[in-house]
Nanobody
């Protein structure tokens, strides 16, 4: 059983920054791809960014240029640096891991519990 734990969410003003962390038990990140997803109230969960075991990244158009996904396999941790935050970024953010096909399809095997990000004045 793979356990993922997100942290770093909170309340931030528009234009501010947050860094989310996703820590995994074991060494699953060394051979699996990881995605960050978000879900706002009344909306479907959507993929925000993904990173492969080799470090290849992809981003949703809505966050390109503002968010950066990275990983440190020695720490079994994936990060999501979020800059220039907007109110529409408000959502529960989740990390999940599996092969890339599953991450892109929204059906990875392992999910974290989520961390809330609220962008408001």
């Amino acid at each position: 059983q793979v356990q993922l734990v997100e942290s770093g969410g909170g309340l931030v003003q528009p234009g501010g920054s947050l860094r989310l962390s996703c820590a995994a038990s074991g060494s699953i990140f060394s051979s699996n791809d990881v995605g960050w997803y978000r879900q706002a109230p009344g909306k479907q969960r959507a993929l925000v960014a993904s990173i492969t075991g080799g470090g290849t990244t992809n981003y949703a158009d809505s966050v390109k240029g503002r968010f950066t996904i990275s990983r440190d396999n020695t720490k079994n941790t994936v990060y999501l640096q979020m800059n220039s935050l907007k109110p529409e970024d408000t959502a529960a953010y989740y990390c999940a891991t599996d092969v890339l096909q599953a991450v892109l399809a929204g059906t990875p095997k392992y999910w974290g519990q989520g961390t809330q990000v609220t962008v408001s004045s």
